[in-house]
């Protein structure tokens, strides 16, 4: 109610304000850029007016006697009179080019043919050096670092902007084309003139607002735009979106423009070379700010005056409208006490007969009734919270144990496709195994006596054909373990070491590796010879393969109980590069290899296994001195 009485005041008002100021800019907006477009027309007309008299000039200079006369004259005297004519007209450039030429500018080419013309063209510096050093060294000006301009890698513009003109010279004898050009680049006289002719007025110009510029391609080279107090912002660029504007899609702009130092209303016109090309810009424009701080200063007066009305008959309408908005605010705040969680808040408005007093009253009804069914909701939604969890733990039980059956199908597949390989293998294995076995029963009886010169050799065969049988029922044992069952016996741990060194002796000498041994007094262990030594040339071959070409591996065996139970420690470890941290709960799993051409993977998981049946462990770390370190230990035999 107090916004419907107040609105005509606090909120039509100001948007009817707020329009008409907003038209009010608009169209004062509207006449600024008016003014700006006439003043560009009126620096076009001056520039079109300096460009109309270079040619007249010129043709005046073709057509007159003196001309005539001096073209017969020496080259000395025509040199000297040119030199005079082109300081008399105010000209930079001033040649005769004799007919029967051609020419790339089209402004001579048409002079040539009979028709002169006038236009705008940029000369490189050796151009200008060949006139004159004097006019490459005006046209050069450095680069000065601009905000909002197109990046560059340019540091120098040294090209001059010329009104290049040329008339016909059709004299008895001579044929030809008198050309002239007046260089722009720090042409202060020609801008400031311009400067002068468009901000006559105090309104736009006065006090350096007015400026006005050429641009060659988008580089200030003749300004009064000022980059300091007293320095001219020769050098500078136009941003960015100026260019892309006036030089790439050739439009003029009228909009405001941040100008060097400041926001300017301006102008940009671009400039044509005789051959069509947008080569450059001519600007004028004046200072924002006297006009924006008009603006403001406006928008304060009206919104000042608004304000002392607002404040003059605000405390009149709030008086009045206390009575009828003081139990609306109390039940404003009570719906802020409920929206916060307090669920009790109430009214306590006395339930009177009129509008607002029922609607207070019914409010302190329906409060009622939403805490009766919040205590209700909690109470469910406990109890669903309670069902919720426990069927979580549940799903989180029968998730836990499908991984680990999953995980043993896993396993069990890789063991099974592991026997079938072996059963071939071993197949394959035996066969010659048995060929060799009984030729060599059948050498040793058909030579008799005779072969005991090399009867060590025989046995040394002998002794490797049953280690082959051996190594390939332990890889049958390995793969299916429920086919195979045996008794533990003793071993004494150092023996077999010496063994396994004298085996793999041929690999050490090829490797160039070199073995130390620490064997201390160990007890004897409750594992089979065989099972060990199948166990220590594997560790010892990795050793090897980890190094490849050269190090060492160092052997240490020593008594170590653990748990209160006595056994035996045999470490291996060689100074290979190790293993990964990453890839170390990995290294006794079946197929694990970091030899993916030479090995199967299975050498550690096969040892892994003969250690745990013989109630041993096997462990794998990288030591901080480098390489890698297995560890066997094996509990003491119980006849030791």
């Given at each position: 109610?107090?916004?419907?009485?107040?609105?005509?005041?606090?909120?039509?008002?100001?948007?009817?304000?707020?329009?008409?100021?907003?038209?009010?800019?608009?169209?004062?907006?509207?006449?600024?850029?008016?003014?700006?477009?006439?003043?560009?027309?009126?620096?076009?007309?001056?520039?079109?007016?300096?460009?109309?008299?270079?040619?007249?000039?010129?043709?005046?200079?073709?057509?007159?006697?003196?001309?005539?006369?001096?073209?017969?004259?020496?080259?000395?005297?025509?040199?000297?009179?040119?030199?005079?004519?082109?300081?008399?007209?105010?000209?930079?450039?001033?040649?005769?080019?004799?007919?029967?030429?051609?020419?790339?500018?089209?402004?001579?080419?048409?002079?040539?043919?009979?028709?002169?013309?006038?236009?705008?063209?940029?000369?490189?510096?050796?151009?200008?050096?060949?006139?004159?050093?004097?006019?490459?060294?005006?046209?050069?000006?450095?680069?000065?670092?601009?905000?909002?301009?197109?990046?560059?890698?340019?540091?120098?513009?040294?090209?001059?902007?010329?009104?290049?003109?040329?008339?016909?010279?059709?004299?008895?004898?001579?044929?030809?084309?008198?050309?002239?050009?007046?260089?722009?680049?720090?042409?202060?006289?020609?801008?400031?003139?311009?400067?002068?002719?468009?901000?006559?007025?105090?309104?736009?110009?006065?006090?350096?607002?007015?400026?006005?510029?050429?641009?060659?391609?988008?580089?200030?080279?003749?300004?009064?735009?000022?980059?300091?107090?007293?320095?001219?912002?020769?050098?500078?660029?136009?941003?960015?979106?100026?260019?892309?504007?006036?030089?790439?899609?050739?439009?003029?702009?009228?909009?405001?423009?941040?100008?060097?130092?400041?926001?300017?209303?301006?102008?940009?016109?671009?400039?044509?070379?005789?051959?069509?090309?947008?080569?450059?810009?001519?600007?004028?424009?004046?200072?924002?700010?006297?006009?924006?701080?008009?603006?403001?200063?406006?928008?304060?007066?009206?919104?000042?005056?608004?304000?002392?009305?607002?404040?003059?008959?605000?405390?009149?309408?709030?008086?009045?409208?206390?009575?009828?908005?003081?139990?609306?605010?109390?039940?404003?705040?009570?719906?802020?006490?409920?929206?916060?969680?307090?669920?009790?808040?109430?009214?306590?408005?006395?339930?009177?007969?009129?509008?607002?007093?029922?609607?207070?009253?019914?409010?302190?009804?329906?409060?009622?009734?939403?805490?009766?069914?919040?205590?209700?909701?909690?109470?469910?939604?406990?109890?669903?919270?309670?069902?919720?969890?426990?069927?979580?733990?549940?799903?989180?039980?029968?998730?836990?144990?499908?991984?680990?059956?999953?995980?043993?199908?896993?396993?069990?597949?890789?063991?099974?496709?592991?026997?079938?390989?072996?059963?071939?293998?071993?197949?394959?294995?035996?066969?010659?195994?048995?060929?060799?076995?009984?030729?060599?029963?059948?050498?040793?009886?058909?030579?008799?006596?005779?072969?005991?010169?090399?009867?060590?050799?025989?046995?040394?065969?002998?002794?490797?054909?049953?280690?082959?049988?051996?190594?390939?029922?332990?890889?049958?044992?390995?793969?299916?373990?429920?086919?195979?069952?045996?008794?533990?016996?003793?071993?004494?741990?150092?023996?077999?070491?010496?063994?396994?060194?004298?085996?793999?002796?041929?690999?050490?000498?090829?490797?160039?590796?070199?073995?130390?041994?620490?064997?201390?007094?160990?007890?004897?262990?409750?594992?089979?010879?065989?099972?060990?030594?199948?166990?220590?040339?594997?560790?010892?071959?990795?050793?090897?393969?980890?190094?490849?070409?050269?190090?060492?591996?160092?052997?240490?065996?020593?008594?170590?109980?653990?748990?209160?139970?006595?056994?035996?420690?045999?470490?291996?470890?060689?100074?290979?590069?190790?293993?990964?941290?990453?890839?170390?709960?990995?290294?006794?799993?079946?197929?694990?290899?970091?030899?993916?051409?030479?090995?199967?993977?299975?050498?550690l998981s096969i040892s892994q296994t003969l250690i745990q049946r013989a109630g041993g462990r096997i462990s794998y770390r990288n030591p901080p001195e480098g390489g890698a370190e297995f560890l066997v230990w094996l509990p003491a035999a119980e006849d030791t």
């Amino acid at each position: 109610m107090l916004f419907l009485a107040l609105a005509p005041l606090v909120v039509l008002t100001p948007l009817l304000l707020l329009f008409g100021m907003t038209r009010w800019t608009a169209d004062y907006d509207k006449v600024l850029i008016a003014n700006v477009e006439s003043d560009l027309r009126i620096a076009e007309q001056y520039l079109a007016r300096i460009m109309t008299t270079t040619g007249e000039d010129l043709s005046g200079v073709a057509d007159s006697v003196g001309f005539a006369e001096v073209l017969n004259a020496s080259e000395d005297a025509f040199a000297a009179y040119l030199d005079d004519t082109r300081r008399t007209l105010g000209l930079d450039i001033l040649y005769y080019l004799p007919g029967g030429q051609s020419s790339d500018w089209p402004v001579i080419d048409s002079a040539l043919k009979g028709k002169p013309a006038t236009a705008i063209d940029l000369f490189d510096a050796e151009t200008l050096a060949a006139f004159s050093p004097d006019l490459a060294a005006r046209a050069r000006i450095e680069l000065i670092p601009t905000r909002a301009a197109v990046p560059t890698d340019r540091t120098v513009e040294d090209r001059g902007m010329v009104v290049h003109a040329a008339t016909p010279v059709r004299l008895p004898g001579h044929d030809g084309a008198l050309v002239g050009g007046i260089l722009l680049n720090r042409n202060l006289q020609f801008i400031d003139t311009i400067n002068a002719l468009v901000y006559l007025n105090a309104v736009t110009g006065g006090d350096r607002q007015g400026t006005a510029t050429l641009f060659l391609d988008d580089v200030r080279v003749s300004t009064n735009v000022r980059l300091f107090e007293d320095v001219r912002a020769l050098g500078t660029r136009v941003s960015a979106v100026v260019r892309r504007q006036v030089l790439d899609a050739q439009e003029t702009w009228l909009d405001r423009a941040f100008v060097v130092n400041d926001w300017y209303i301006s102008g940009y016109l671009p400039l044509h070379d005789s051959f069509g090309e947008a080569v450059g810009m001519l600007y004028v424009g004046f200072l924002e700010a006297p006009f924006t701080h008009a603006k403001r200063t406006a928008f304060a007066i009206m919104l000042g005056a608004f304000a002392a009305v607002v404040l003059l008959s605000a405390p009149l309408f709030l008086w009045l409208a206390k009575g009828v908005f003081a139990p609306l605010e109390q039940m404003t705040r009570t719906m802020r006490r409920v929206q916060d969680g307090d669920l009790s808040a109430r009214n306590a408005v006395p339930r009177s007969g009129d509008e607002i007093g029922q609607v207070a009253g019914h409010l302190d009804d329906l409060l009622d009734q939403v805490q009766e069914r919040d205590t209700q909701l909690r109470a469910w939604a406990s109890e669903l919270n309670q069902r919720v969890e426990d069927r979580t733990a549940e799903l989180r039980e029968a998730n836990a144990k499908l991984e680990d059956t999953w995980r043993q199908l896993v396993m069990s597949e890789k063991l099974a496709s592991i026997g079938e390989i072996t059963a071939g293998v071993a197949h394959e294995i035996n066969n010659p195994v048995a060929v060799i076995q009984g030729n060599l029963d059948v050498l040793r009886e058909t030579l008799g006596d005779a072969a005991q010169p090399v009867q060590t050799e025989i046995d040394l065969i002998d002794g490797q054909v049953g280690r082959i049988n051996a190594i390939v029922g332990k890889l049958l044992q390995f793969a299916r373990p429920d086919d195979f069952s045996g008794t533990e016996r003793a071993v004494d741990l150092a023996p077999v070491v010496r063994d396994c060194l004298v085996l793999v002796e041929h690999v050490l000498t090829r490797a160039d590796i070199r073995v130390e041994t620490e064997l201390d007094e160990a007890p004897r262990v409750a594992i089979g010879g065989g099972e060990m030594q199948q166990v220590v040339i594997n560790l010892v071959v990795n050793a090897v393969h980890a190094m490849e070409h050269s190090g060492t591996i160092f052997l240490t065996l020593n008594a170590e109980p653990r748990d209160g139970r006595p056994g035996a420690a045999l470490r291996v470890r060689d100074t290979g590069p190790g293993v990964p941290d990453k890839l170390l709960d990995t290294v006794f799993d079946p197929f694990f290899t970091t030899k993916q051409a030479e090995g199967t993977g299975l050498g550690l998981s096969i040892s892994q296994t003969l250690i745990q049946r013989a109630g041993g462990r096997i462990s794998y770390r990288n030591p901080p001195e480098g390489g890698a370190e297995f560890l066997v230990w094996l509990p003491a035999a119980e006849d030791t």
